[in-house]
């Protein structure tokens, strides 16, 4: 509980951009594979972005382009940079940090594109 520590959803207008920021503890920033997963009102959870131990990053089809993963080592921190921002982005994003085994979440940041 509590592991994981969203920021920096909010309203914006359609294209626009937005960071979110997922802060962890260093045992699993550095150990864990991180990514994000959404959920829209009335649908169910979607994959959006994972990034592994090694660096590798895949993306959904629907973000592909548009949206970047990265991690800052030193403040153990993983973001999700979203350009060109749509109206079905619209949703709550979920940090989730896993060993395949041992998943945690976060407790979800809003995002509302409008158009």
């Known amino acids: 509980q509590g592991q994981l520590v969203e920021s920096g959803g909010g309203l914006v207008q359609a294209g626009g951009s937005l960071r979110l920021s997922c802060a962890c503890p260093?045992?699993?920033?550095?150990?864990?594979?991180m990514g994000w997963y959404r959920q829209a009102p009335e649908k169910q959870r979607e994959w959006v972005t994972t990034?592994?131990?090694?660096?590798?990053?895949n993306y959904a089809n629907s973000v592909k382009g548009r949206f970047t993963i990265s991690r800052d080592n030193a403040k153990n921190t993983v973001y999700l940079q979203m350009n060109s921002l749509k109206p079905e982005d619209t949703a709550v994003y979920y940090c989730?940090?896993?060993?395949?085994?041992?998943?945690?979440w976060g407790q979800g940041t809003q995002v509302t594109v409008s158009s």
């Open positions: 990034l592994t131990k090694s660096d590798t990053t």
């Open positions: 989730f940090a896993t060993t395949g085994m041992t998943t945690y």
């Open positions: 260093r045992s699993i920033s550095s150990t864990y594979a």
